[in-house]
């Protein structure tokens, strides 16, 4: 997210094995030198240990990169904790060999058959199999059974933490000790390497010294990760994101302290305080951070009610919201005077927190009337992203429509009627809709027969369905809208093909980068995650990270076997890597009803209620993936390079997929693991931040907005029946 900021051309400190980055220490030099003398002569058991995150996949795939894929094919499996049958599984999938249903005895035949035929071609395998320690004792004899049996020339390559080594230690595994080739163990960096590795990732990835370092950074860097990379690199992360949102121009030992702490609290760790260096060099003078725009406090939220779920635990629920109130004739400043005022409509979650993103750059705006935000439906939306509103002075900006229930015509005829008694009352300026929903069409309809323009923020999105009728929708708002700001550039090339006028179309970028980026800044009443989210010790701290699941409009979701599909890969993910689950209400409804909440309750997935926008970005922005259905999700995770899959049989939103992090994955259950994997060894697709998802969206169309009004004639005829 910040890498354009400063001018570098990607993310220099992932936590993912990189073996471009790969940093010569002492330590990792010697550890090379014996792994390639190891690896030269064929079969035998290699094992590389150390503690999480020193950096051991790291080394080994730096070795097999310089090896040659003529001769060698390459495989590499997570485990944690298969059984022998699901293990011989995932080292046929690793190999790209056919797997198939079967005893261990079938699979293990079929593995000794491809590694015959790999054999007889004059090629050899190497095995790479991470977190070896959690193998079962009868996976370490049937593998060195392969390593020995038929001449196949396979290598394994055990890596894992340092119960590793004890175990390979121990009395009963003395056949495996007989075929280790090699053993080598990683320890931490020193201090001076602490600095010198920080360096290196950040030349990797053009660093042209901004943000600054001081030296004494890089010793409090190395006091609070102790000299592990995978900690290192999770707190120079923090650090860069830190002095992006703060406008910070350097890093100094100071704001490590702080980060480093925030970072406990967040993850849990209880573990002694690291002891205050002595002594720390002089600092250079820095500029105080940028403090977020934060005005009046909106008034206190109506909590919402947790949904019943055989999950993880959850807090207890607490009061519905109150009912909302029809509007009545209310007592504004603003109608029929000369600041006649914008009307924004916000109907769906995602609506409220672009709408919360705009109205800010819109009061931010000079010359622009005030704005009023418009809800359409009895939902919690603004409830639960108030904080996106702070310093709005939305008590009163707030119009309340309050539809819930009925058929969807009589929904739009009751929207249309209420919104058009809205309109006579404030006689607004401009109408600002979103995204081509229901709701858009509706108001916008409303607006265009009264004479009153129509603004379209999201305008050119299509699923390319045939005859779908969201695409409907998208497009006749479009046709009734008189300007349409776009997000990214496949909505420019959709518009004119549909032969819109370009002097209708303003590229104006993604609010949602707006709102994340104000998300990321806010301070939550409780900042730490795992404490927020009551999830259990460490659960976000383990050596694969976190994934996140945001599935919020399943159309399988009536469908029992096909959400039981989907609920499958949700399961098969969290094999390897544990699952924060904010599950909206009607998803743990169908679950209950099906009982797949019982499946769900086997596996290290923690459902939690709905979160407010900043507590769900916070969460997002440090996920090792994230498995979702809705578009907003994928753009988000876009924005912040996180890898993205895709599932159920809805349409994927284009743009994330062609040039950002996301993968359509359906209902494919191979496809999720192959991803997973690539995420947790190699980073996944992190792709690219589309153009103009910077952060500036709103700022572009407060300027564009105010230069259309001045020069569009204020003729409003409200005597139009609608």
């Known amino acids: 997210m910040y890498e354009s900021h400063f001018g570098i051309s990607g993310p220099p400190f ?45 080394l080994v795939r730096t070795l097999l990169s310089q090896l040659d894929t003529h001769n060698v094919v390459v495989g590499q499996v997570l485990t944690t904790q298969l059984d022998d049958a699901e293990l011989l599984r995932a080292i046929l999938l690793a190999f790209g060999a056919p797997s198939r249903s079967g005893s261990p005895a079938e699979l293990g035949e079929a593995l000794r058959q491809y590694l015959a035929g790999l054999a007889r071609e004059g090629r050899r395998a190497v095995l790479i199999i991470d977190e070896a320690q959690h193998l079962e004792r009868s996976a370490f004899e049937w593998l060195i059974e392969l390593e020995k049996g038929g001449g196949a020339g396979l290598q394994v390559c055990l890596i894992g933490q340092p119960e590793l080594r004890d175990l390979v230690a121990s009395g009963d595994l003395i056949r495996l000790r007989e075929r280790v080739a090699v053993s080598c163990h990683l320890g931490p960096l020193s201090p001076d390497e602490t600095g010198g590795y920080i360096r290196h990732r950040l030349a ?4 042209t010294g901004s943000p600054g370092f001081d030296d004494a950074a890089f010793v409090e860097v190395h006091r ?29 030992a100071a704001l490590v302290e702080q980060t480093a702490r925030d970072l406990r609290a967040e993850i849990g760790d209880t573990g002694p305080v690291p002891p205050e260096l002595p002594v720390l060099r002089e600092l250079a003078p820095i500029a105080p951070p940028t403090a977020p725009r934060v005005g009046d406090a909106v008034p206190a939220p109506i909590p919402e009610p947790a949904p019943e779920s055989t999950l993880a635990p959850v807090p207890p629920p607490v009061a ?14 603003y109608a029929g005077g000369e600041a006649r005022p914008l009307l924004c409509v916000a109907a769906s979650q995602s609506d409220h927190v672009k709408a919360a993103a705009l109205m800010r750059a819109l009061a931010a705006r000079e010359g622009l009337p005030v704005t009023l935000l418009v809800r359409c439906y009895a939902n919690n939306a603004f409830e639960r992203h108030r904080d996106l509103f702070a310093g709005l002075e939305m008590p009163q900006r707030l119009i309340n429509l309050g539809i819930a229930g009925g058929t969807y015509a009589g929904r739009a005829a009751e929207l249309m009627k209420r919104f058009e008694f809205v309109v006579d009352q404030c006689v607004p300026s401009a109408v600002i809709v979103f995204d081509g929903s229901d709701a858009a069409l509706s108001c916008g309809l409303v607006a265009s027969r009264k004479g009153l323009p129509v603004m379209h923020v999201g305008a050119g999105i299509r699923t390319h369905e045939q005859a779908g009728a969201g695409d409907i929708t998208r497009r006749l708002t479009d046709q009734l809208a008189d300007v349409l700001y776009t997000a990214d550039s496949q909505a420019n090339e959709q518009l004119a093909q549909e032969s819109v006028a370009s002097e209708r179309v303003c590229f104006a970028g993604n609010l949602l980068a707006d709102a994340l980026q104000f998300a990321l800044r806010c301070k939550l009443a409780v900042p730490s995650p795992r404490e927020r989210l009551a999830l259990p010790a460490n659960f976000l701290s383990g050596r694969n990270g976190y994934g996140v699941v945001a599935l919020q409009g399943l159309q399988e979701i009536n469908d029992r076997l096909a959400l039981a599909e989907l609920i499958d890969i949700v399961r098969t993910v969290a094999h390897d890597v544990p699952l924060v689950w904010p599950m909206v209400p009607g998803t743990a409804e169908h679950l209950a009803k099906y009982r797949l909440d019982r499946l769900l309750g086997r596996e290290p997935i923690a459902g939690r209620p709905p979160q407010s926008h900043p507590s769900f970005v916070q969460l997002l922005a440090n ?29 994927e939103r284009g743009i994330t997929v062609a040039q950002g992090s996301n993968l359509f994955v359906g209902r494919n259950k191979a496809l999720a693991t192959r991803i997973v994997w690539d995420c947790i060894f190699n980073g996944g697709k992190r792709g690219r931040v589309p153009e103009y998802w910077d952060g500036e969206a709103g700022a572009r169309i407060a300027d564009h907005l105010a230069a259309f009004l001045q020069t569009r004639p204020q003729v409003v005829d409200l005597s139009l029946p609608v």
């Not at 980055?21 to 190891?38: E, I, K, M, N, T």
């Not at 996920?623 to 809805?650: F, K, N, R």
């Open 320 to 333: 519905a919201p109150a009912a909302p109130v029809t509007p009545e004739p209310p007592p504004w400043p």
């Open 224 to 252: 609070w990760s102790h000299g592990i990379p995978r900690r290192i690199n999770l707190l120079c992360n923090r650090l860069m994101l830190a002095c992006f949102l703060g406008g910070r121009k350097r890093i100094d």
């Open 623 to 651: 996920a090792t993936c994230v498995i979702t259905d809705s578009w907003t999700v994928q753009e988000e995770a876009t924005i912040l390079s996180i890898p993205c899959l895709t599932v159920g049989s809805g349409p």
């Open 204 to 207: 990797k990835v053009g660093w």
């Open 14 to 58: 992932q936590l993912s094995p990189d073996p471009s980055f790969y940093f010569d220490s002492h330590g990792h030099h010697d550890a090379l030198a014996v792994l390639r003398r190891a690896l030269d002569a064929p079969g035998g058991f290699v094992v590389v240990s150390g503690e999480i995150g020193a950096g051991k996949t790291t």
